[in-house]
């Protein structure tokens, strides 16, 4: 089991109302308050398979907010770089699911917290004691919190490993050429790309074989690229100076599917924990990571069903940082 963090996470912290059943809001019955947010759901995925990291965020100090920092409190998660906003509210994030437990969002960000990120709050000592500093696009769609983040990444990309995830989400950006253009800026700073086809498109990135739009985005800056391709499972490309070089595929796990939503972060948590704590094999590390994407989605909520590093060991039994 790790101790002292190795990963600093940076991002949003919002509540997903999820519905009751698929359909629209007339038809989902009740919906349900569940932690959430691009950048927490990494964090607090890492934190229930036993590789705790840092997490810089910040909250709001309404009543969502004090619902949030309270799935924190229960964590192993310092809060050093929890930051409370007195002046903030909570975002909101009203969740839709379809008949196969895919899910779409409608944002309520006005203040938001999420959007409110300062620059400089981790110091260079903080990026110096940790191996991996993870970023998301979400905190990347609003001022003051992009500046903050690509700043981070600037800091961060000269002493550790940079990941970032671009997370389209469309309600969140003016355009989808302004989205193109900040997340391709930002690529020199990062070394880890994990995202959807759907996610590269958005950016510019379009190519029907998977393996070229890796390598499409590897030509950026980035020596890793990570593709999560839903029923079609995962695949990996990394240059010769990657940790996983090659070309790597995993065809995923089936399982009964009750909420899609977070089951990307899981799946980056757990590939991060495996590359931060020694698996050098990348069919193995993406195994690790469906393991957990897997899991993430077999109950309502982002993290809700991930609990405990042993449910991956339904799909993988070894997992390095469970000693």
Excluded at 46 to 64: C, K, N, V
Aim: proline fraction near 6%.
């Amino acid at each position: 089991m790790t101790s002292d963090p190795t990963v600093l996470v940076a991002g949003d912290t919002l509540v997903d109302f999820v519905p009751e059943r698929p359909g629209p809001p007339g038809d989902a019955g009740g919906y349900q308050p569940k932690f959430g947010g691009s950048g927490a759901n990494v964090a607090l995925a890492l934190d229930r398979i036993g590789a705790s990291p840092l997490f810089w965020t910040r909250l709001a100090t309404d009543d969502f907010g004090d619902f949030l920092r309270s799935h924190l409190d229960d964590s192993t998660i310092p809060d050093e770089f929890v930051v409370p906003d007195p002046d903030a509210r909570t975002t909101l994030a009203v969740v839709t699911h379809d008949e196969f437990g895919d899910r779409s969002f409608t944002f309520y960000r006005e203040d938001g917290a999420d959007t409110r990120l300062q620059t400089g709050t981790v110091p260079d000592e903080t990026l110096d004691a940790v191996s991996w500093v993870h970023t998301t696009g979400v905190t990347e769609s609003a001022e003051p919190s992009r500046s903050a983040t690509l700043e981070l990444q600037a800091r961060a990309s000269e002493r550790c490993t940079v990941s970032l995830d671009p997370n389209w989400r469309p309600e969140l950006w003016e355009s989808h050429h302004e989205f193109r253009a900040v997340i391709r800026g930002s690529l020199e700073a990062v070394d880890v790309v994990k995202a959807t086809p759907e996610d590269l498109a958005a950016a510019g990135f379009e190519h029907d074989d998977p393996e070229q739009l890796a390598r499409d985005v590897v030509d950026h800056g980035p020596h890793t690229v990570v593709l999560t391709m839903g029923d079609e499972g995962a695949l990996c490309y990394g240059t010769d100076v990657s940790p996983v070089a090659g070309l790597g595929r995993h065809p995923g796990y089936d399982v009964d599917v009750v909420d899609t939503t977070g089951a990307g972060d899981a799946f980056l948590a757990a590939f991060i924990a495996a590359l931060t704590n020694g698996v050098r094999d990348v069919e193995d590390a993406l195994s690790l990571a469906n393991a957990a994407g897997a899991v993430a989605t077999t109950q309502a909520g982002a993290v809700s069903a991930l609990t405990g590093f042993e449910q991956i060991r339904q799909f993988h039994d070894e997992i390095p940082w469970a000693v």
